[in-house]
């Protein structure tokens, strides 16, 4: 894709984010459009979104779009539908639960997914069930998790503070640079007790709710926490002159990266 294309197409992305901007002050928190030829109602209104996700999910809303390519994956979990969904889901749901991860513990995360894989054969899965399962769980689970520690690094070496804070709470906890066996309990301002009892769950929505959400929120959630916690043990983040500041989000892609790469200084702390 030459210059003058990808400069048109970033253009029409942005156009298309204003558009839907503008229209959102125009008609309020629900309007109607089209995705080609399909009718679509766009939802913000965060009561709208809790009918749809739970209280209304298995009579009225249990399948979701067909934003998962057809074939293969199509018994994934994401593209799975009705009774099928309901059976894939129910038989995998146990792998994921809070007991299973604490048999697992921190220390043993790298053993998980031969486990998973494990119970994928035990359950009764069809061999087309299990390689869609297997797939969707590696795409669905190494990007997201590697851009999440990318952005919070960028975050801690641009806000030394909170990088301090959480340093010196996780030195605490775990004293000696010993492996990860609880949870540290450092929460910034923004995501302390008092401030989250007044922010309404469904204004974000990282790993969806009601009965079609994310079955690896707890997984993944694990994976972060032991990440962060082995990384700010032993290294410290600063911000470099290649360091972009403030970041600049592309408008393009299905995951949300900056138009530079995050780039910073490690030091090793002693």
């Known amino acids: 894709m030459n210059q003058r294309v990808q400069q048109l197409y ?19 928190k629900i309007w109607g459009t089209y995705d080609g030829r399909q009718p679509m109602l766009a939802i913000t209104d965060p009561e709208l979104i809790k009918i749809v996700l739970v209280k209304e999910s298995y009579s009225t809303f249990l399948n979701r779009g067909n934003f998962i390519p057809r074939g293969k994956l199509e018994t994934s979990l994401p593209g799975a539908q009705d009774e099928k969904w309901k059976r894939i889901r129910t038989v995998l749901s146990p792998t994921f639960t809070t007991g299973k991860l604490k048999e697992l513990g921190f220390l043993c995360i790298p053993k998980w997914p031969p486990t998973f894989l494990s119970s994928l054969l035990r359950v009764g899965l069809t061999d087309a069930e299990i390689l869609a399962q297997a797939t969707i769980f590696i795409l669905a689970g190494y990007e997201t998790v590697s851009s999440a520690l990318s952005f ?42 008092e401030v989250k009892e007044q922010i309404n769950p469904y204004t974000y929505l990282p790993f969806g709710a009601g009965p079609r959400n ?17 990384l700010m043990q032993h290294f410290t983040f600063q911000p470099c002159k290649e360091t972009q500041i403030p970041l600049v989000i592309s408008p393009k892609g299905i995951f949300r990266k900056p138009t530079k790469p995050i780039v910073l200084k490690i030091i090793h702390r002693a």
């Open 214 to 230: 994310c079955i690896g929120m707890r997984f993944a959630l694990l994976t972060m926490k032991a990440a962060v916690a082995s």
């Open 152 to 193: 919070l690094t960028y975050e801690l070496a641009i806000h030394p503070d909170i990088q301090q804070k959480l340093q010196e709470e996780i030195d605490k906890v775990l004293p000696n640079k010993v492996g990860v066996t609880q949870r540290p309990t450092v929460c910034p301002n923004r995501f302390s007790k």
């Open 10 to 28: 970033n253009s029409s992305v942005s156009m298309e984010w204003q558009v839907f901007m503008e229209i959102f002050k125009k008609y309020g």
